[in-house]
């Protein structure tokens, strides 16, 4: 595939190895003639270390040899996470530090995750970009003057806190963007 095919959330080969592509940027050239470079940050899901790759919209890039399986958590021990392969029911654990990013919008309801699976282990965890989670905690709202989109921190089941609409009450359910971890609307 040419680099400027790549898009956030593919899984490339680079210098031997799987690579997951978080964010890019673009950079146009000012000089006619000049080549549009694409610059991507990554992270590497065997050594799990981030990556910056800056590449021309004509090189070619291998996509990795990987495969995305749906699965549900199990159960969280101190360490560990534990998924289950919702198709063949293996079990994957991955350390809690390698998802410490996925975690907050992970509860044992969740539709849409993946495991992404490289030569039989897992390597990674993959969300939704939209997770409905409930509020457990956030102030009532303050009555008068509303004519400003005032809004209040509220913790979330996960343990989570984002920052909602003051109208919002204590278990709602919410749409939270797992990308930024902002909140999108009522679910």
Do not use: W
């Not at 040419?2 to 673009?26: C, D, F, R």
């Not at 410490?100 to 509860?107: D, G, L, N, R, V």
């Not at 039989?120 to 997770?131: A, L, S």
């Not at 409905?132 to 005032?150: C, F, M």
């Amino acid at each position: 595939m040419l680099a400027k095919e790549v898009k956030t959330g593919s899984v490339i080969n680079y210098q031997g190895s799987p690579v997951l592509i978080q964010s890019m940027t673009v950079q146009t050239p000012s000089a006619r003639g000049a080549a549009t470079l694409y610059k991507f940050r990554g992270r590497n899901l065997v050594t799990k270390q981030k990556q910056d790759l800056a590449l021309k919209g004509t090189d070619t890039i291998d996509e990795a040899d990987f495969e995305r399986r749906a699965v549900t958590l199990m159960y969280v021990d101190a360490t560990t996470m534990h998924l289950l392969d919702a198709a063949d029911y293996n079990q994957y654990s991955l350390p809690l530090e390698e998802v410490e990013a996925e975690q907050p919008y992970i509860t044992e309801g969740l539709e849409g995750m993946l495991a992404l699976v490289y030569n039989g282990e897992c390597v990674g965890v993959q969300i939704p970009t939209t997770i409905e989670l409930s509020i457990s905690q956030t102030d009532p709202a303050v009555k008068g003057d509303s004519a400003t989109k005032r809004t209040k921190p509220a913790t979330l089941e996960t343990g989570l806190i984002v920052q909602v609409p003051e109208y919002l009450k204590t278990g709602e359910l919410i749409k939270v963007d797992s990308r930024t971890g902002q909140y999108i609307s009522r679910a």
